[in-house]
Every structure is written in structure tokens, then in C-alpha cells.
């Protein structure tokens, strides 16, 4: 949703490259990045409209009016056939449940022109409307439910045009913590071009929310709340609904161009544990422990090898985070010196003995241009393989790294892009421990850490 009346759209800085690949690789690679594959549950039957309702703009409840949602060849099908003009009939399709944490996954096309009287901003637009309000607290008026909308778009014949943004009826969001008002936010995927099928996914954990195409993380945000500045979210409020929104329903747009879904499934989460911020700290002693020379300042742990000190063999050197963690979430920026080098330490079961009872994600400043990878290199699973693909920023930039460890699956995302993805009983690691302390590796080489947060899952 981006109308003439919406607040500006703003582009996301931080650079994703999405891989383009056909719907039978991208759901390879969405099975392979996601864990609990045995709790996927459809919410599409490909048969019927079962389980879901209409609710379309100057009409009741229930009313379908020109048979706008319906399966065609057993795809979910977003349909104008029967219209003459749009005229303004913004309409959405609800699931009967609504849910809390969860990914839910879809595969979805736009097909065909767009219907006469569209506005142009809703050429090829469409949306994934989570955590909204009910169907029926809607007016019959209301064009848009209050909801988190990933914002499903297709490529015009020039220029970008991102998918899976984000946009903002009646809510607001929390991004780098600062309050996000302005109404929508670009990720940063490629463009679709014509009637190709793209899968996307939308990780709600808590109060995080990710963005995924093809497993790269394209966008993410957090603490979804209602806006009280907007009129549909006022009348929540004053009804009694709090604000900050844990959980809500699904529903599917139809805003003037025709889309079909190949599939709508859902695995719902367990909630996570709360986010532990070393780093948030006055001095590290208080949630860390170290020999090495370590240093915090402004939310930044810095380290500084002493003169001729070389090595990684100093292990009580390490930065070791208070606390062990089974399966967890981890992620935080770092900055190294060209040839830097250290690494992200997970289920040790002995800080003495780092190398031998844990995992390691390699920390290291890989040229961008560096085409055969190895373990060793930024996104590297130590022992156990190179990194997919090079994500690695240049030198005396800041690099995110996003490590997910759940139900046997190591997943380590390096800027935005998926670069390994491990099994626990993989050969390499089979005998480490499944839990352990998290630390940082002391490599004898300047190192710079910040927004370090780690929870329990």
C-alpha cells in the first residue's frame, strides 16, 4: 500500500544481493534454510477458499463481491474479471486465526494488466497484512486494516522496484531504536520483472520481524505497535487493544492488479527468550569475562593486542559473554584491520579448551573480490566448510552477522545474505557439545565489536 496520501517511501541502506533462481530452487532454498520442516501447515488447501474471509471496501463481511477472491487451477487467485472500473474497492482476504510468532512463507506471481481505475502506485501491488486487527473490527469503509504489510511488488520495464518492503497502515515500527513513522520502508531485493513466481517469507520471533527472499534477509525491524496518531488505530486503542502488537491476524490484498498464490504455509514459533546486551553495559566485567586487553566505550568493545603478541591460542584472552545457550540467536556487527582476523565462538564446553569443544564462525577481513572461499573466510563454519558466497564488506567497514542456531541447524547470515547453513550432526562438528558459552576470539589482531544481542530460542 503507497498512495498519493501516504508518507514518503525511504530506501534501505544496507545493500542485499538477492539470487534469482526458478520456484523449484527458491524452495530448496527455503527448506534448507529453514528449521522444523515437519511443522510447515498449509493455510491455502489449493482447493477451495476454506478457512478464509473477504472483506472488500463498501461491502459486508463475507461479501466477495465480483468473486475477487477465488482458486483458479489451484492457485489463490486476486481477480478484476467481473469489474468494470476499481473504483476504489481495496479489499483483503482474512485467515480465520490469528497468530503471534511464526514464519509464514508464500509463493505468488502478478499476472495480466491491471484493472481500469487502479491508482498508479498499485500497478503490480500487493501485500501480506500480519499482525492486524480482526475483520471484523473493521469499518465498512476502511480500506486497510491496521497491520504490519509486506508490501509484495513486480517490476514496471525500467527501473528498481524492491519487494517485500515494508508498509505502515495505523502502525509504527522501532528500526536501529528510533521509532520508524513514516508510512513505508524499501528492503533492498532485487526487482521482478513480468509474471515470474517469487517466494517470500516473514520471520516473526517476539517482537523482531525479518523479511526473507530466497533466505536472505532483506529487511528487518522490530516492536510493532499501533500508531495513535491514525484514526483506524484510535478507535482500537479506545476499544481496549494495547499497543504494542504481539500477535493479530493474516490477510492477503487485492488492490487493484491481479496476483495468484501458489501457496500460503505457516510454522508457528515458540517466544523467545529476552535479549541479553552485553555490550549495553558500563564496564565489560559486568556481563563478560576476560585476561585479554578488551576495552568498552560508547556501546563498542575494542581490542587491542598488546606489542608483539601474536596467536590465538590465549584462550582465557577471549571475550567470554556470561550465560550458555543451546539453540539461540545471536547477532552484532564487527570491523577489522585488512587481515583481520577472529572468530564467533558458540556451545563451548570449555573456555579452556575453545577450538576443541565448540563451534566456530569465522570473523575475517575477506577481500571482496575473492572468489574461492574457504573455512576461513568471512561466514566460514570452523571445522566445517567455506561460506557460500563472499558477503564480506570492504576493509574498515562495518559487517552484521546474524547467527541462528535451532533444532540441529546452524544458519549464519554475513550483511543481509545467507552464507552457510549446517546441520549439528554434520560430520565436522557432530561430537561438540549442543550447549556451551559464546565468546570472541582473541586472534592477536585489532578487532571491533557493537550490537552485540543474544536470546534463547
Known amino acids: 500500500m ?48 476454506t478457512g478464509w474471509t473477504p472483506k472488500i471496501v463498501g461491502y459486508d463481511l463475507g461479501e466477495n463481491f465480483g468473486d475477487t477472491f477465488r482458486v483458479v487451477d489451484g492457485l489463490l487467485t486476486v481477480s478484476y474479471e467481473h469489474y468494470d472500473a476499481f473504483n476504489g474497492r481495496f479489499g483483503h482476504l482474512f485467515y480465520k486465526d490469528e497468530f503471534a510468532s511464526y514464519r509464514l512463507r508464500t509463493v505468488y506471481r502478478f499476472v495480466g494488466p491491471q484493472v481500469k481505475g487502479g491508482p498508479g502506485w498499485a500497478f503490480r501491488n500487493s501485500g501480506l497484512m500480519l499482525h492486524g486487527q480482526s475483520a471484523e473490527s473493521m469499518g465498512k469503509k476502511q480500506k486497510f486494516p491496521a497491520s504490519i ?19 505502515t497502515p495505523g502502525t509504527n515500527v522501532v528500526r536501529d531504536d528510533s521509532l520508524w513513522t513514516a508510512h513505508c520502508l524499501d528492503s533492498d531485493s532485487k526487482t521482478y520483472r513480468g509474471d515470474v513466481w517469487v517466494t517470500a517469507e516473514v520471520e516473526i520471533r517476539g517482537d523482531t520481524i525479518r523479511h526473507i527472499v530466497d533466505g536472505h534477509t532483506v529487511l528487518a525491524y522490530e516492536q510493532p505497535q499501533l500508531d495513535p496518531r491514525d484514526n483506524d488505530a484510535k478507535k482500537l486503542l479506545a476499544d481496549g487493544r494495547g499497543k504494542t502488537l504481539k500477535r493479530g491476524t493474516i490477510s492477503l490484498q487485492s488492490e487493484s492488479h491481479s496476483i495468484q498464490f501458489r501457496s500460503v504455509e505457516i510454522m508457528e514459533l515458540k517466544e523467545p527468550g529476552a535479549w541479553a546486551k552485553p555490550l549495553a553495559a558500563k564496564d565489560l566485567s559486568e556481563h563478560c569475562k576476560t585476561l585479554g586487553n578488551w576495552t568498552l566505550a560508547d556501546g563498542v568493545a575494542k581490542l587491542t593486542p598488546s606489542d608483539g603478541q601474536q ?21 552484532f556487527e564487527y570491523r577489522l584491520e585488512k587481515n583481520g582476523n577472529s572468530g564467533f565462538y558458540f556451545h563451548v564446553g570449555d573456555t579452556a579448551k575453545p577450538v576443541a569443544t565448540g563451534v566456530e564462525v569465522q570473523l575475517y577481513a575477506t577481500p571482496p573480490d575473492k572468489k574461492r572461499l574457504t573455512d576461513h573466510d568471512a561466514g566460514g563454519i570452523i571445522p566445517g566448510g567455506p561460506p557460500s558466497s563472499n558477503a564480506a564488506k570492504p576493509v574498515g567497514e562495518w559487517n552484521h552477522m546474524h547467527v541462528m542456531c535451532e533444532d540441529g541447524t546452524i544458519l549464519v547470515t554475513l550483511n543481509g545474505r545467507l552464507v552457510h547453513t549446517m546441520a549439528l550432526d554434520h560430520k565436522r562438528i557432530a561430537d561438540r557439545p549442543r550447549t556451551g558459552s559464546i565468546g570472541f576470539q582473541d586472534h592477536s589482531l585489532p578487532l571491533q565489536l557493537r550490537n552485540l544481542r543474544i536470546r534463547s530460542l
Open 2 to 49: 503507497n498512495g498519493p496520501l501516504s508518507r514518503p517511501r525511504v530506501p534501505l541502506l544496507s545493500a542485499v544481493l538477492v539470487a534469482t533462481l526458478g520456484f523449484a530452487g527458491l524452495v530448496a532454498a527455503q527448506d534448507a534454510a529453514a528449521p522444523q520442516q515437519s511443522k510447515w501447515r498449509q493455510l491455502f488447501n489449493g482447493k477451495d477458499l
Open 149 to 167: 504489510e509486506v508490501q509484495l511488488l513486480g517490476g514496471r520495464e525500467q527501473g528498481n522496484r524492491p519487494t517485500l518492503n515494508l508498509c
Open 311 to 331: 596467536g590465538w591460542q590465549r584462550y582465557g584472552h577471549y571475550l567470554w559473554v556470561e550465560g550458555n545457550y543451546a539453540d539461540f540467536e545471536a547477532e
